[in-house]
């Protein structure tokens, strides 16, 4: 009795210790800042950056350095991941959590294709069943992994008032599956309701497939009437990067999203 009280305060004490470990580290990178190199990297490769607010930066950067120690980057197709790739994405997937709590918690990899990739899916039409391969420039998979094309994720960051950016894109899915549906409901901050989400993204919706149905130009990319989830992700791109025009044709879009990412980038000058 007295040996298996022993090993269960052991083991206990193991994971104890490893959990504590875990703990400690996390705290270390979110409060390691970057070097003067990759400052100049990331300043290059997202431009954005240097348009936020200093208190802001010092947040992101904590971010950056734990994403990655996190996540291994992964080339394909012969790609090879150079650390200007790795700065680049984790910048931006670090942007959209950089002032919350909210984290990447079930991503441990990204696989990166020199540009547009080949992908495979199932389509269901009641009982059948059949696989289609389409081309993209990104996917996000509950879980992980998120794949990417590098030479659009680039682009993406670099022209940063296009309101095109697929690497936003697809951690607006990641960040949107940690509710444990990809349904364009993420989980949303204290001061969100369920309510009032809904009510304005069903809203703003239906709004876009109105306007696109009659012909009218919309500052959400018309790839989000393919869904919920997929007005979301676009809408997460127009809000870092023409937040003006979100917030002046969409405004209670722009203000839920701010509330999200407690974000305001229309200040950022």
Not at 93 to 116: E, F, H, R, S
């Amino acid at each position: 009795m007295i040996y298996f009280l022993s090993v269960l305060v052991l083991i206990a004490g193991v994971f104890g210790y490893r959990y504590w470990s875990r703990k400690q580290t996390r705290a270390e990178l979110l409060s390691t800042p970057l070097n003067d190199h990759q400052r100049a990297v990331i300043g290059a490769q997202v431009p954005l950056t240097n348009r936020l607010p200093r208190e802001l930066r010092d947040k992101l950067e904590g971010k950056i350095s734990l994403f990655l120690h996190q996540i291994e980057f992964i080339g394909c197709d012969g790609l090879e991941v150079t650390e200007e790739m790795r700065l680049s994405i984790a910048t931006q997937a670090c942007l959209l959590v950089a002032n919350t709590d909210t984290w990447y918690k079930n991503l441990y990899t990204i696989l990166i294709y020199p540009g547009a990739f080949k992908s495979r899916r199932q389509v269901h039409d009641g009982y059948v069943v059949t696989e289609e391969e389409t081309v993209r420039l990104g996917e996000s998979w509950a879980r992980g992994p998120v794949v990417l094309s590098w030479a659009h994720s680039q682009q993406g960051a670099i022209n940063d008032r296009d309101g095109h950016n697929v690497v936003f894109h697809e951690f607006a899915h990641q960040i949107d599956d940690l509710s444990g549906h990809t349904d364009g409901v993420p989980v949303l901050g204290p001061d969100q309701s369920f309510a009032e989400w809904a009510q304005v993204f069903v809203e703003g919706y239906e709004a876009h497939l109105t306007n696109l149905r009659n012909g009218r130009d919309t500052v959400i990319d018309p790839y989000g009437a393919e869904g919920h989830e997929e007005f979301f992700a676009v809408a997460v791109e127009v809000f870092f990067e023409r937040p003006q025009a979100l917030y002046q044709q969409e405004p209670a879009v722009y203000d839920e999203l701010s509330k999200l990412f407690r974000l305001d980038p229309k200040s950022w000058v």
